[in-house]
């Protein structure tokens, strides 16, 4: 199976079931002005982040990775009325195009973007709890990340975390990669966790091989 299939079908489906939308495109052409990697979610995958927020009836989310804000407006999208949305991002430069991004996507006001390293942020969050956790930055620390989204959520809220497969890499126990063992870790950890219920899910597409974990938190 080639990658370039794998690039034509998330087109189709991107084609056929994602509504075309300025702001989002923007928000990529804005991100890319500015010099920022191209990581975000694809728009099939933000589409799935907008239908999990609907599901969960979200009123509260917490993202963990601005980056230039592109996951956060799908999620943002997928808000209930008078819901609100924290995103937290280590870099300013970061943070500064997601704002003008939600702005343009006219969902600034619901959105709060708090700059510094997420594990400083955390302690400050005080506006729990989440109905859905999205985890989306450094790797190494992603269990450290699953440990306050748990923290702060409820019975029947959400763990959402991106990039668990690396291209496979996450099979090799002994990688020496530090996003790897970052990503075995959590599983580790969601495994040994009996308030919650967690699975993965391969994905392949427009941002090559790669997959979510999503958890339940069931107590
Ligand atoms: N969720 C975004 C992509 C995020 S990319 C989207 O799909 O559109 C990962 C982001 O996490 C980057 O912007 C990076 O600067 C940020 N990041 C990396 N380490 C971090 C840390 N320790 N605390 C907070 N943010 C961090
Ligand atoms: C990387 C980070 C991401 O969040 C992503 O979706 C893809 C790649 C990275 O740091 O390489
Ligand atoms: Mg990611």
Redesign the pocket.
């Known amino acids: 199976m080639s990658s370039r299939l794998w690039h034509e079908v998330d087109s189709y489906i991107t084609d056929t079931l994602v509504q075309p939308d300025a702001a989002l495109e923007a928000a990529l052409e804005a991100s890319d002005a500015a010099g920022?990697?191209q990581?975000?979610?694809s728009p099939a995958h933000g589409k799935l982040l907008w239908l999990l927020a609907r599901l969960q009836n979200a009123r509260r989310i917490l993202?963990?990775?601005?980056?230039?804000?592109?996951?956060?407006i799908w999620l943002a999208r997928g808000l209930a009325a008078g819901g609100r949305l924290i995103t937290?991002?280590?870099?300013e430069k970061?943070a500064a195009v997601a704002r003008s991004n939600l702005e343009r996507a006219g969902v600034s006001k619901v959105v709060d973007v708090r700059v510094?390293?997420?594990?400083t942020t955390l302690p400050t969050v005080k506006d729990g709890p989440f109905d859905l956790t999205?985890i989306?930055?450094?790797k190494q620390?992603n269990a450290e990340y699953f440990t306050w989204a748990l923290k702060l959520s409820r019975p029947g809220s959400l763990i959402v975390v991106?990039n668990v497969v690396r291209a496979g890499a996450v099979v090799d126990a002994r990688s020496r990669d530090a996003a790897v063992q970052g990503v075995r870790r959590l599983n580790q950890l969601m495994a040994a966790e009996r308030r919650v219920a967690a699975t993965a899910l391969q994905t392949v597409g427009a941002k090559g091989y790669d997959g979510f974990a999503i958890a339940l938190v069931l107590e």
């Open positions: 920022l990697p990581i975000n979610v993202e963990v990775g601005t980056l230039g804000g592109y996951s956060t937290l991002e280590a870099l970061h510094g390293q997420a594990l999205f989306d930055a450094d620390s991106d």
